[in-house]
Structure formats: structure tokens, C-alpha cells
Nanobody, 125 residues
């Protein structure tokens, strides 16, 4: 198991910024592609962004491209999601997960496991 723990959520005004962290115990995170997902009330969980284990490849959902930046520090076993220019529609619980299979595309939830417990992001004035 690779326990993942998210942090950094909170309440922010539209246009503001937050940085989420996803920390893993031990070195288990090192060789996994990691993804960020989010789930708004009444909606299905959706993929936000992913980063390969060596940070050589990053992918973003169109809805966050240009505003969010995914990164990782393998020495600290931590992945980050820098969120800028936040919008009300970014409000959701944000989760990180490790890509454990490669059956489908990088944005496919079914390829991910070891989900964290989530951190709430609320964008409101």
C-alpha cells in the first residue's frame, strides 16, 4: 500500500491561489504516475492533472490548463498542485491517487488506486 495524504485545501476568493500537497509515506510514491482528481457535490469525480514519476510528462484537463500546475519532489515523497486564478466552479474535494494500471488513458479513474482522503477547496466571495 502507498498511503497518500492530501493537504492545503481551504476557502479562497475567486481569482485567488492555493497549493495542494499530496504526501506519501516511505518511498512507494517514487515510481508511480500521480494524478489529481476532484469531485464537486452531486457530480462524478473527474481527473484534473497527472505527472509521471520523473516529472518528464504532465497532462491537464482543459478546464484547468494554464491555471493549474502539477509538480513533484520525489526526495520529499510529495506531489503538488498549484492552483491559480481559481474560479467558483473549481470548488470540490480534491484527491490524489497513484496510477497502478495502464489499461486506459492517463485521465481514466479506473487506472488509479491508493486514493487519499481528499481535501476541500472552496472558491467563494
Amino acid at each position: 500500500q502507498v498511503p497518500l495524504v492530501e493537504s492545503g485545501g481551504g476557502l479562497v476568493e475567486p481569482g485567488g491561489s492555493l497549493r495542494l500537497s499530496c504526501a506519501a509515506s516511505g518511498s512507494g510514491l517514487l515510481y508511480y504516475t500521480i494524478g489529481w482528481f476532484r469531485q464537486a457535490p452531486g457530480k462524478e469525480r473527474e481527473w484534473v492533472a497527472s505527472i509521471s514519476w520523473g516529472s518528464t510528462s504532465t497532462d491537464y484537463a482543459d478546464s484547468v490548463k494554464g491555471r493549474f500546475t502539477i509538480s513533484r519532489d520525489n526526495a520529499k515523497n510529495t506531489m503538488y498542485l498549484q492552483m491559480n486564478a481559481l474560479k467558483v466552479e473549481d470548488t470540490a474535494v480534491y484527491y490524489c491517487a497513484a496510477r497502478i494500471t495502464y489499461v486506459a488513458a492517463v485521465n481514466a479513474l479506473k487506472d488509479y488506486g491508493y486514493w487519499g482522503q481528499g481535501t476541500q477547496v472552496t472558491v467563494s466571495s
